[in-house]
């Protein structure tokens, strides 16, 4: 059974920085995307950034572009999420998914950040920034 868990999150001052990680269980990675997403309260989930099964393909949201970094390590089954100079309008509860490309060939066509695009979901981290 495929299994995300976020880890983290936690409360930062702007322009600080925190790692995210993203530890999946349960699959084979050659076959998924993952993603991060993030929701503020009263807000639509959005997505933040993704990256390809091989690490070689990458997309980031424009307002964390130059900001934030994703990256994956296969031999550990985690994805990471670096965000930096982070701003208040960054809070938000952060969560990974997974997409089955098997199930989706056409994801890296314009639905990398559609939510419905996604298989699985962790529960989330919580990322406050605030002085």
């Known amino acids: 059974q495929l299994q995300l868990v976020e880890s983290g999150g936690g409360l930062v001052q702007p322009g600080g920085s925190l790692r995210l990680s993203c530890a999946a269980s349960?699959?084979?990675?050659?076959?998924?995307?993952i993603g991060w997403f993030r929701q503020a309260p009263g807000k639509e989930r959005e997505g933040v950034s993704c990256?390809?099964?091989?690490?070689?393909?990458?997309n980031y949201a424009d307002s964390v572009k130059g900001r934030f970094t994703i990256s994956r390590d296969n031999a550990k089954n985690t994805v990471y999420l670096q965000l930096n100079s982070l701003k208040p309008e960054d809070t938000a509860v952060y969560y990974c998914?997974?997409?089955?490309?098997?199930?989706?060939?056409?994801?890296?066509?314009?639905?990398?950040?559609?939510?419905?695009?996604?298989?699985?979901w962790g529960q989330g981290t919580q990322v406050t920034v605030s002085s």
């Open positions: 998914a997974v997409a089955d490309l098997r199930r989706n060939p056409l994801f890296w066509g314009g639905s990398e950040f559609d939510p419905l695009s996604y298989n699985y």
């Open positions: 349960g699959f084979t990675p050659d076959y998924y995307a």
């Open positions: 990256i390809s099964s091989s690490g070689g393909s990458t």
